[in-house]
Structures are given as C-alpha cells and as structure tokens.
C-alpha cells in the first residue's frame, strides 16, 4: 500500500498559505526581516526558501517585522490604483504585497507566519513601480491592539519606517529613486490588499 507524504511537503509561502478569511482585516503574513537582521532577506519565488537578498549598505535597520501577504500579488489594479492617487502611470512592482507589523514582543527569527492587523500603509514608487508598504499591528498585542488607524502609531516610529524604505536601497557612490507618494490610513490600506489579492487572481489562475 502506498504512504501518503503530502504532511511532509511544505507549503509554498507565497502560494500555499492563503491570505486570510478575514482578510482585509485581519491578514496572515510571512515574516522574512526582523529588527536585528544586518543582511535583507527575501523568498525566493522559485523554491519558496528564504534567501540573502543584499546586506544593509548603512547602519539603518528596519524597525519592524516585515515580510509579505501570501496570495497577493502588485500588479495592474494594484498600480491603477496608485495612478489613481498620485497621478501618475506606473506599474506594480510584480512582488507580493509587503507589509510592515508593529509588535512589543521581542521575536527575533524570521520564516515564521503571525496575523496581524492592518492599519494603514505607505504608497511607495521604486524605480516607476508601486511598491506599497502595509503596516499592521500583531494580533492581539499588548501594546498596539488599541491602535486602530496609522494616526494612532507613534509619529517617531513612522518617521523611522519612512526612512527606512527612502534609503534601504541606497549603496555607495551611488543611488537609487525611491518616493512616498502618499501615506493612507486603515481603509487605504484594504483598498490595496483587496486589490492585490484581485491582482494574485488574475495572474495565478
């Protein structure tokens, strides 16, 4: 008789994990950075491992967990949608939709999956792509489960996020076009999710 091995395969984190049944809401999310992580990781799409994408070129660290929302995917209503708010034409950035999570508790591995709670995000262009950044509280935090809207969030730990994603992917001698086009709140913020999980729907059919 032939054993089942299914329990023994992974699930793919980008395309075996689903978004959530609450999502917008409330979201699962793939965690590929932690605070303390000096080296950038990202999944790699193929294999659906993670991989060393880049060191930090600075001293900047991300002052968050960040990782992405499986089952969504930034593309063309994702960049209408940005065309939208900023007036410009541009594309999506082809990635899963990134998503910071604000957190008190001390988690210092990556590759791990959390719920979290989105409340607002930044609409940030890279190169003439949209490359949204989602913030979100972990579920249940001690700390940040009263804050319902990114107006609520410390204003240093916004400037700090902002940063971050305007010069992470700076390096030396030279530089590279990075915008914050508009910073939204919670109902921003599931505008763009529903309509990367839209876009992850219509690619991945």
């Known amino acids: 008789m032939e054993k089942n091995h299914n329990h023994l395969v992974q699930a793919h984190p980008w395309h075996g994990i689903p978004a959530g049944d609450q999502a ?16 950038k990781y990202e999944i790699d799409k193929l294999t659906g491992h993670l991989k060393v994408d880049r060191p930090h070129k600075y001293s900047s660290l991300c002052p968050t967990l960040y990782g992405f929302i499986p089952r969504t995917y930034c593309g063309p209503k994702v960049a209408e949608l940005a065309a939208e708010k900023c007036g410009r034409l541009i594309e999506g950035d082809k ?24 409340i607002g995000g930044l609409r940030m262009i890279d190169t003439e792509e949209v490359d949204d950044k989602i913030i979100a509280v972990l579920q249940d935090d001690p700390v940040y489960k009263g804050c319902a809207d990114l107006t609520e969030m410390p ?51």
């Open 24 to 39: 917008p809401n409330i979201v699962n999310t793939f965690i590929e950075l932690v605070p303390l992580d000096t080296v």
């Open 95 to 118: 990635d899963p939709l990134d998503i910071c999570v604000l957190t008190e508790a001390t988690i210092t591995r990556s590759n791990i999956i959390v719920s979290a709670r989105p």
């Open 155 to 205: 204003d240093g730990l916004l400037e700090r996020l902002k940063h971050y994603f305007l010069t992470y992917k700076q390096f030396p001698g030279g530089s590279r076009q990075v915008e914050i086009m508009d910073v939204y709140g919670v109902n921003g913020a599931y505008q763009v999710i529903n309509k990367a999980i839209e876009d992850y729907r219509e690619n991945f059919k």
